[in-house]
């Protein structure tokens, strides 16, 4: 098992950045994949990035693109969400979420797909 926890979000401006962490207990986190999701009040849980287990493939949802950046340290058991360029849509609830995989490629955009979700970080971006 694993045990996820996210900081580093707070209330920044419009155009600001933030850098998400997502700090993980045991040993075998390098067998996780990784994927950062959000939830908006009054709207469902939306998928963000994900990242590989051996963290060299990645991949972001379109509204994201181009200014969000996920990334792991292998070693350091942790994971991030380094966010540019933010927008007052982007107001949420960020989750850390991880599941163990055997393949070092495959990612995961689904919720339902993973396992083990942190508790989350609130990102407020005023206008």
């Known amino acids: 098992q694993v045990q996820l926890v996210e900081s580093g979000g707070g209330l920044v401006q419009a155009g600001g950045s933030l850098r998400l962490s997502c700090a993980a207990s045991?040993?075998?986190?390098?067998?996780?994949?990784m994927g950062w999701f959000r939830q908006a009040p009054g709207k469902e849980r939306e998928f963000v990035a994900a990242i590989s287990r051996s963290g060299g493939i990645t991949y972001h949802a379109d509204s994201v693109k181009g200014r969000f950046t996920i990334s792991r340290d292998v070693a350091k058991n942790t994971g991030a969400l380094q966010m540019n360029s933010l927008k007052p849509e982007d107001t949420a609830i960020y989750y850390c979420?991880?599941?163990?995989?055997?393949?070092?490629?495959?990612?995961?955009?689904?919720?339902?797909?993973?396992?083990?979700w942190g508790q989350g970080t609130q990102v407020t971006v005023s206008s």
């Open positions: 045991g040993r075998t986190f390098s067998r996780y994949a």
């Open positions: 979420a991880a599941k163990p995989v055997a393949n070092s490629i495959l990612l995961y955009t689904r919720q339902d797909d993973y396992d083990y």
